[in-house]
């Protein structure tokens, strides 16, 4: 589940000259009943929790939101006497007493033990590999290349399991990731949000009480959001309960937009006709690969053989690319798989002697590769409705070529199919070929109904849409505003340096109104990818050789998935050296 969030000051800095001065709330004493001391200054309190040591942001010093926190993260503690807070407090005290400044070596000492910190944590290792591998490594090339001085000088650097606290961590709890995409300085940034634990199954007001907990927490308005996408899941679809339904009632301006990559995936559907060579390649898969002895048997045959692959892959309906994969390798073994099933005399073995099963094998391996291509293309970051929209519709518009080409017997667009039918002439289907083109082609257009780009080209090129002329969706004083940005030669010479965030933030300088409709165009994301890319992170973080982590997950994550880099001279003000000996 992905969001798209304007930072509160940004908002403000469209507000008027008369908007109030920010209000500050004192802190309360008897705010330790919900086990909260001041963790900020006098002059502008915070809320720190003595359990957790979260500090929260001056706006959340109130009972309802302080409570709040003490009854989902720590439910445990609820009716706790509040000397054991007071407890609490003065070992709080007691650490903060101990930080002391760091000079010197040791110093540059700590800093070098975060940097590896940060590198093992992005190359989703275990943090003991620091110690046990990157460390001795490291000795070993300076005292070779510098000399031992160097060497010794590098065995300072504090790296043990325990300098890098982690503690055990063996949950199983469902995790909800959310990511941000945002005005920042002089561009658009997208970072993670949070990662939540869902303290039972993965329903729709379980998931909106999770992030509706860490807004009010952390003084977010949703009101601050333009838009929101996720997978088409009911329990984030419903239309009365869904997640997507609760954050808009929050946030009248915000628009849902459904995973352009799942709707992608959704739109992949085969005939029956075409459906039995699949069942036929997944048969054969689970022949060869269930079987341990099989599979040592196969890739021997195939290492016999001289083939480029000594292995199938395992056909998964969860993962966008499996399928064209799974035929493109069995295709390209299917002389190595007819010898093996006949040496097993599997009843499988009669499909690859069949030049029409051959040739439709061939067909969904060329066609399932551009379609997988199509899907990486709307992978990654920084994507917009305007570049993915692009994809798409160049897509479509090749599979109705496609499907007229096919029509009139013309493959030669399928390159493995081709070669096929040049060896087997007597093979027809180009009917069957041309009516499932035909097929994929409704179902694209049933899954990307609208043009997300209409009425919004002027985002894209201001210097070439007349609002006059030109369907742009804007009110009329706008409509004066892109007028003047479309003549200002000054503005035009930027625009083509800049990429299109970090344009509208120049423009936004001179006609904040019109920038502002324009970051409601741009913000929003198109995929749940960096969901998906993050998800895979936690299935490598989340291993037997890497069960013990930081207090959560989030923190690993964070370092993990966020392009950001931490504030290291912060965080060294807060901590003590503990200098390796």
Request: charged content about 25%.
């Amino acid at each position: 589940m992905e969001k798209f969030l304007k930072r509160k000051n940004e908002v403000q800095s469209y507000a008027s000259p008369s908007s109030k001065a920010k209000f500050i709330r004192k802190y309360n004493p008897d705010l330790i009943n919900f086990g909260f001391v001041n963790g900020g200054s006098e002059a502008e309190p915070r809320a720190q929790c003595v359990e957790c040591g979260l500090t929260l942001s001056n706006e959340a010093l109130k009972p309802s939101k302080l409570k709040r926190h003490l009854e989902t993260k720590h439910p445990k503690l609820i009716g706790k006497p509040v000397d054991y807070f007071k407890r609490k407090d003065d070992g709080l005290q007691m650490q903060r007493r101990s930080i002391v400044s760091l000079t010197g070596d040791a110093k540059c000492a700590l800093k070098a033990s975060y940097l590896v910190a940060r590198r093992v944590a992005q190359s989703k290792k275990a943090f003991t590999i620091a110690e046990e591998l990157v460390l001795p490594a490291a000795v070993d090339m300076c005292r070779e290349m510098i000399g031992e001085a160097a060497a010794k000088k590098l065995k300072t650097i504090p790296l043990s399991n325990d300098i890098l606290d982690e503690s055990t961590d063996v949950t199983n709890a469902a995790l909800l990731l959310v990511f941000v995409r945002y005005r920042w300085d002089s561009s658009l940034q997208e970072d993670i949000l949070f990662c939540g634990e869902l303290p039972t199954r993965a329903t729709a007001e379980e998931c909106f009480r999770c992030m509706d907990n860490y807004f009010t927490e952390n003084g977010l308005d949703w009101q601050n959001c333009v838009g929101v996408c996720s997978d088409g899941a009911a329990s984030m679809t419903g239309r009365h309960r869904g997640v997507i339904k609760q954050i808009l009632d929050l946030a009248p301006e915000a628009k849902w937009t459904h995973c352009f990559l799942h709707r992608e995936n959704l739109a992949k559907k085969m005939s029956p006709e075409f459906h039995e060579v699949m069942d036929v390649t997944v048969k054969t898969i689970n022949f060869i690969k269930s079987n341990a002895v099989n599979s040592r048997c196969f890739a021997q045959l195939c290492e016999g053989m001289e083939a480029d692959h000594v292995q199938l892959l395992y056909h998964s309906e969860v993962r966008w690319l499996s399928r064209g994969l799974v035929l493109t390798r069995i295709f390209e073994l299917r002389n190595e798989i007819f010898s093996f099933l006949t040496d097993k005399k599997s009843p499988l073995a009669h499909h690859y002697t069949n030049a029409t099963f051959i040739a439709k094998l061939a067909y969904l391996s060329d066609i399932f590769s551009l379609l997988n291509q199509l899907n990486i293309s709307l992978q990654g970051r920084n994507s917009n409705i305007f570049f993915v929209a692009d994809k798409v519709q160049a897509f479509q518009k090749k599979l109705s070529l496609w499907s007229k080409r096919a029509h009139e017997e013309r493959l030669d667009m399928f390159p493995l199919l081709s070669d096929i039918l040049e060896s087997s002439p007597q093979v027809k289907i180009s009917h069957s070929v041309s009516q499932h083109l035909s097929h994929l082609a409704n179902k694209f257009a049933e899954y990307f109904p609208e043009d997300p780009r209409e009425g919004h080209m002027w985002v894209v090129d201001p210097f070439s849409v007349d609002p006059t002329e030109n369907d742009v969706a804007l009110p009329s004083h706008l409509e004066s505003q892109l007028l003047e940005v479309s003549t200002d030669s000054t503005l035009k010479g930027q625009w083509g340096k800049l990429d299109l965030g970090s344009f509208w933030i120049v423009v936004s300088k001179e006609y904040p109104l019109l920038a502002l409709r324009a970051f409601k165009v741009l913000l929003p994301f198109t995929t749940t990818y960096l969901c998906e890319s993050g998800f895979s992170t936690v299935a490598t973080t989340k291993t037997k050789a890497r069960s013990r982590l930081r207090a959560s997950l989030e923190a690993t994550l964070r370092v993990s998935l966020s392009p950001i880099p931490p504030r290291l001279d912060l965080i060294m003000s807060k901590r003590q050296a503990q200098v390796s000996h």
